[in-house]
């Protein structure tokens, strides 16, 4: 059985999607982007943009009744790859190690500079 995981405290979306799906002992969360409560985007340097995209994404996997030490997959989306050091020392501050497997690409992004996808799994 699968359940929508909502929080108002990330970006509600725009989209019919949800902000995340629980399915047993894991946890889906949709891409987030530098977004606030209300979906409004929030640009600024790729430091600011990132640390407000792992917050969405940290509010949601609480939401769901996990820990960022249970996401074990990360989607990482830059608008452009010259910001990829900039994005990491931002990102490392929310894990611990070890750190989750991770895939990162340049994507055309409209008007943002980061998008983050997770997938979450309490471990047995």
């Known amino acids: 059985m699968r359940q929508a995981v909502r929080t108002k405290d990330a970006s509600i979306g725009s989209g019919p999607y949800s902000q995340g799906i629980k ?3 894991m946890l889906f969360v949709s891409g ?10 929030l640009s600024g340097d790729i430091e600011a943009e990132a640390r407000l ?3 969405n994404v940290r ?3 609480e939401a769901g009744g996990f ?9 990482v989306y830059l608008a452009s790859l010259a910001d990829f050091d900039r994005f990491n020392a931002v ?8 750190y989750p497997a991770r895939t990162c690409v340049e994507a055309g992004l ?8 997770a997938i979450v ?4």
């Open 53 to 55: 995209t792992m917050d």
């Open 91 to 98: 990102y490392k501050t929310y894990f611990n190690e070890p």
């Open 110 to 117: 409209d008007g943002i500079k980061v998008e983050i996808d």
């Open 121 to 124: 799994c309490k471990h047995n």
């Open 67 to 75: 820990t960022m030490n249970d996401v074990v997959k990360v989607g």
């Open 59 to 61: 509010e949601i996997v």
């Open 32 to 41: 987030q982007g530098p977004l606030d409560a209300n979906g409004a985007i």
């Open 23 to 25: 399915a047993g002992n």
